[in-house]
């Protein structure tokens, strides 16, 4: 079945930091890449997306690019910020699968 | 404003009780999802509807239950039968059933054991 691997965490920066977060996948088929964040005490939402090989999604200076060759979605920020303190998480959803299937999260803190 | 409404954010439950999660989301979506999250497991699929008046068994659907009357509304029963009921519950909604649509999530409700 589908799955989804992801750095464990936790992930301690200082601001300004380079920040990339691993994922990697099995899936059959060509299934749509996502990472969602989680801040504290809140609900998911959606950060970026992918729905194809070498489609980069990007929001906010977040990027992942789609690496059907390597079957990873790796996420990097450039510059991270305090305010990026979150977890993270890797998604996928298969062509005909109703379901997202999520990697277990990685916490992410940066201090001043 | 449009969304996904989760209630309530802290529900207890005692031994032998059964206890309702509800969520109801103003966005038309077709699909609705519950999902489980515990620390350092992510999040796993407790049931998922498609449709008004039908629903399916996620990978973790032992102990609970769900509805579908209405578009808008998916509750969720955790029964007595759930013996490690303490997690983090979260309602989700999407416009289609399939393919690269996102997902939109409630806020969650924390559920604790008494």
């Known amino acids: 079945g589908d799955s989804v691997t992801q750095m464990e965490g936790p992930v301690t920066l200082s601001e300004e930091a380079f920040l990339t977060i691993n994922c990697t996948y099995t899936a059959t088929g060509y299934p749509s890449l996502f990472w969602y964040v989680q801040y504290p005490g809140e609900g998911l939402q959606l950060l970026l997306k992918?729905?194809?090989?070498?489609d980069k999604g990007s929001n906010k200076g977040f990027e992942a690019t789609y690496r059907k060759e390597t079957t990873s979605f790796h996420l990097e920020k450039g510059s991270v910020q305090v305010s990026d303190s979150a977890v993270y998480f890797c998604?996928?959803?298969?062509?005909?699968?109703?379901?997202?299937?999520f990697g277990k999260g990685t916490l992410l803190t940066v201090n001043p | 404003d449009g969304g996904i409404t989760q209630s309530p954010k802290y529900l207890f439950r005692k031994e032998g009780q059964n206890v309702t999660l509800s969520c109801e989301q103003n966005?038309?979506?077709?699909?609705m999802y519950w999902y489980r999250q515990d620390p350092g497991q992510g999040l796993r699929l407790i049931y998922y509807?498609?449709?008004?008046?039908?629903?399916q068994k996620g990978d973790i659907a032992e102990g609970y239950s769900v509805s579908r009357e209405k578009k808008e509304s998916f509750p969720l029963t955790v029964t007595s039968a759930q013996k490690n009921p303490t997690a983090f519950y979260l309602c989700a909604s999407s416009i289609a059933r399939v393919g690269n649509e996102k997902l939109f999530f409630g806020s969650g409700t924390q559920l604790s054991v008494l």
């Open positions: 992918a729905t194809k090989a070498d």
């Open positions: 509807s498609q449709i008004v008046n039908d629903f």
């Open positions: 966005l038309n979506h077709d699909a």
């Open positions: 998604a996928l959803r298969g062509g005909s699968n109703y379901k997202l299937t």
